[in-house]
């Protein structure tokens, strides 16, 4: 016999905005990260003049270990923030 489940209760207006607040800081915070992370690796790994159409292997290569860098850091620095934050 199945325990007695409650049926899922609908979430409130004021808790629907703080949700949709929640996911609109979320996208926020991922397309500023993202636009840091292009920016960043953009000026680290391709010169300025350019002389090709295209991204050659060294700027490539670059390009993949800092942006393979910068999530392990991003990622470290979540996990360190997540450990320090008092339980609610």
Known sequence: MAPN???PVAPSDFEREQIIGMMEKEMEYRVD???K???TCFNK???HK???SELNMGENSCIDRCVSKYWQVTNLVGQL???S???M
Request: aromatic share 10%; charged share 20%; glycine share 4%.
């Open 81 to 83: 923030l997540g450990n």
């Open 33 to 35: 990260m993202f636009n």
């Open 50 to 52: 350019y002389k090709e």
């Open 45 to 47: 790994c391709v010169e």
């Open 85 to 87: 934050r008092p339980p």
């Open 5 to 7: 489940v409650p049926p």
């Open 37 to 39: 992370l292009t920016h």
